[in-house]
């Protein structure tokens, strides 16, 4: 089942494997793409995972997490992200591009949010965003998208998850505005639909979504609170979105698990895949073939991805192929050192 094709919208995956989001804050003070990003996601792609989903990608300079974000805010860092993008699709894979904004979990500065509330005491109090500040940062994704179609991702995801911008209007823990950025029914929902507009107005592949879909408070939101938003997004063609990436937390200081496991949050990407029609990509702390192909068969969700794993074993794939005895999908030049894998 890992290595059966799956489609998202007009995108076609070799198999089910997912490298998900991870920043490795390595790129330049400026936000350009350095060697080390072409050999390490060149890897991956050489390991041969499916899909690439590129890290965190600040839209704007103040909305990196970090001064070694990956930048796309400008058309300057167009050239690196091709090169990138050239790599990874000259290995098979197919790759996209994370598109980010750090609010107020930025350590650059002074943040922005959806209200002056600090993520905890290491993190200066945000600003609280005025309607010009959301129009700002609504172009700015626009922005991003337009140089991601421009440099021929295969798919967008917007960062909608771990308590960064988005999901800082999203979550009820955090935005207590009384506008129409507010909550409604308890979740905040217009900002993230202006966004994806904004995305879709610039890009035209598929268009993913991560969310943090268990905040892991009691009052925060938890998988079902997010259906009735999803429904509404995929009524409307200008907001429905092609993919969610189920991921949780991150959302406030004591918002995260206290006891994961391997497949600790299949159960909230099920919840979602059953409640909506959408594909999920779902994932953590998962690394045996067994155990990944079970998800998949099960239908718990469309594609798995593997995070620290692939950055332990970027091979992983080819693992698994001997894992399953599929003699497909092997780099000829390494033939000649087969078995090359032995335990994943
Ligand atoms: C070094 C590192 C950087 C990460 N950066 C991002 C990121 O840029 N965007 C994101 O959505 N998640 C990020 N994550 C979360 C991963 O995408 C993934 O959800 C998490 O590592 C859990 O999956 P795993 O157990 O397979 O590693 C990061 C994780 C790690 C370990």
């Known amino acids: 089942m890992i290595f059966t094709k799956f489609k998202i919208k007009n995108l076609s995956l070799k198999n089910r494997i997912v490298m998900p989001p991870m920043c490795m804050y390595s790129a330049d003070g400026a936000g350009f793409v350095q060697p080390f990003h072409l050999v390490h996601y060149g890897t991956r792609a050489q390991g041969g995972v499916g899909l690439i989903i590129i890290e965190a990608t600040a839209v704007e300079a103040r909305g990196r997490i970090s001064g070694n974000d990956l930048g796309i805010w400008n058309d300057d860092q167009i050239p690196g992200l091709k ?108 900002f993230l639909q202006e966004i994806i507009k904004s995305v879709k107005n610039n890009f035209k592949g598929p268009i993913g979504l991560r969310i943090s879909a268990e905040e892991y408070s009691s009052d925060g939101l938890h998988p079902q609170n997010f259906l009735p938003m999803l429904s509404e997004i995929q009524q409307d063609h200008s907001t429905s979105v092609d993919l969610i990436n189920v991921s949780s937390g991150g959302v406030i200081e004591k918002g995260f698990p206290s006891n994961v496991q391997p497949g600790y949050q299949i159960g909230f990407a099920n919840e979602i895949k059953n409640g909506t029609k959408i594909s999920i990509l779902a994932g953590g702390m998962l690394r045996d073939p067994k155990m990944i192909d079970g998800i998949l068969i099960d239908e718990k969700a469309d594609l798995i991805w593997l995070g620290r794993e692939l950055l332990r074993n970027p091979y992983w794939p080819l693992q ?19 078995p090359y894998f032995r335990n994943v």
């Open 83 to 190: 090169s990138l993008l050239d790599i990874v699709h000259g290995f098979g894979s197919k790759i996209a591009i994370q598109l980010a904004h750090a609010g107020r979990k930025a350590t650059i500065g002074q943040g922005i949010s959806s209200w002056d509330l600090k993520f905890s005491d290491e993190y200066p109090t945000p600003i609280k965003m005025n309607d010009s500040d959301i129009d700002q940062v609504i172009s700015a994704f626009g922005e991003g998208a337009r140089r991601a179609q421009k440099i021929g991702f295969d798919m967008v995801e917007i960062h909608g998850a771990h308590g960064y911008l988005i999901n800082q209007f999203i979550s009820p823990l955090v935005n207590r505005r009384e506008d129409s950025y507010g909550c409604k029914n308890g979740i905040g929902t217009k």
């Open 320 to 338: 698994a192929l001997e894992h399953f005895k599929i003699e497909k999908d092997k780099p000829q030049q390494y033939k000649r050192a087969e």
